[in-house]
């Protein structure tokens, strides 16, 4: 069965500090695709990244950067020098190639970033 | 970038009443759209797929009597939540899928929070 996990609920931090959100995935399709969505508090889904299961490579744009392992079925999302913009939910999906219509997101982590 | 709206943004009605929601692509066509319901604090739960010119395809456990979709054009789906009950009040977010684009992204409206009094 397809699931997202997304084990923190809720972060705060301070302006400047890095922060990690995890992502935990399962599925048994070999071909699948990894997304992270973030959700402000006007509510719209805005996109921030698409990764499919035969790219392990790791990706960087901005202050943002995310380490996909197959390994352990995780594609973690790091902010680095959080901003107050960047408060949020943050969201991980999973898609298969099977049901590439088909989104399964996480609960999603809401992350404060204090001043 | 492709852009998706939704109207209203949102909507208070009674109990028993049906509720029409609108989710249109601005600057591309769609011959697929999503509706999905977050309630609060919570994920979003992929409700139905809308697809131009057919009948929509529900997921396990939505009432297709109960939310009506149509998709009557390339750039429009309503979503009609008929004989609305307090229980429905939620967050309903509609996406979309560029016909020109990339085939596995889809475009998310702001949403329309519905509540039912």
């Known amino acids: 069965a397809q699931k997202v996990t997304q084990a923190q609920t809720e972060i705060s931090v301070v302006e400047k500090e890095d922060v990690t959100l995890d992502c935990v995935y399962e599925?048994?399709?070999?071909?699948?695709?990894l997304f992270w969505y973030k959700q402000p508090p006007s509510g719209e889904l805005v996109f921030l990244i698409r990764r499919n299961s035969f790219d392990e490579q790791n990706e960087i744009s901005g202050r943002y950067s995310w380490n996909f392992q197959k390994s352990t079925s995780s594609f973690n999302f790091t902010i680095t020098a959080s901003q107050v913009v960047d408060s949020a939910v943050y969201f991980c999906a999973l898609s298969e190639a099977r049901h590439t219509d088909k989104l399964i997101f996480g609960t999603g982590t809401r992350l404060q970033v204090f001043p | 970038g492709a852009v998706v709206s939704q109207h209203p943004s949102r909507v208070i009605c009674k109990s028993g009443t049906s509720v029409k929601i609108e989710c249109r692509s601005l600057?591309?066509?769609?011959?697929?759209m999503f509706w999905y319901r977050q309630f609060p604090k919570q994920s979003l739960m992929l409700m139905a797929t809308s697809n131009e010119g057919s009948k929509a395809t529900y997921e396990q456990g939505v009432e297709k009597d109960k939310f009506l979709i149509n998709h009557a054009s390339l750039t429009l789906s309503t979503l009609t939540v008929t004989s609305a009950h307090p229980e429905d009040s939620s967050f309903y977010i509609c996406?979309?899928?560029?016909?020109?684009?990339?085939?596995?992204?889809?475009?998310f409206g702001p949403g329309t929070r519905l509540t039912v009094t």
């Open positions: 600057d591309f066509q769609a011959t697929t």
């Open positions: 996406s979309a899928r560029d016909l020109a684009g990339s085939t596995y992204e889809q475009y």
């Open positions: 599925t048994r399709d070999t071909t699948y695709y």
